[in-house]
Nanobody
Framework: QVRLVESGGGLVQAGGSLRLSCTAS????????MGWFRQAPGKEREFLAA????????YYADSVEGRFTISRYNAENRVYLQMESLKPEDTAVYYC????????????????WGQGTQVTVSS
């Protein structure tokens, strides 16, 4: 069992930056590949980025590549999402998730999810 807690969301102006954190507990963190997703009102959950268990491999959605950076620090059981050049359309609830198998972009293969953190980008 893994518990995930996101933090770092908030209100930011367009063009600004935020760094989201996700802290894990309950199991060996490096056993899990981690992902970040978001969900805006009335829209489906969207894959953003993923990172392998030991951090050597990363994946990004086309919509955020070059603006968002995923990283992890296994010694502190944390995964981060650094977000730059934020746009109003980035407004959503952001979730971190953990998986041991399957495709990084497929939300259905993630075993554990955090409660989410709200990011609001004003124009």
């Amino acid at each position: 069992q893994v518990r995930l807690v996101e933090s770092g969301g908030g209100l930011v102006q367009a063009g600004g930056s935020l760094r989201l954190s996700c802290t894990a507990s309950g199991d060996i963190f490096s056993n899990y590949h981690m992902g970040w997703f978001r969900q805006a009102p009335g829209k489906e959950r969207e894959f953003l980025a993923a990172i392998s268990g030991i951090g050597g491999i990363t994946y990004y959605a086309d919509s955020v590549e070059g603006r968002f950076t995923i990283s992890r620090y296994n010694a502190e059981n944390r995964v981060y999402l650094q977000m730059e050049s934020l746009k109003p359309e980035d407004t959503a609830v952001y979730y971190c998730a953990a998986r041991t198998r399957g495709s990084a972009q497929d939300a259905d293969v993630y075993d554990y999810w955090g409660q989410g953190t709200q990011v609001t980008v004003s124009s």
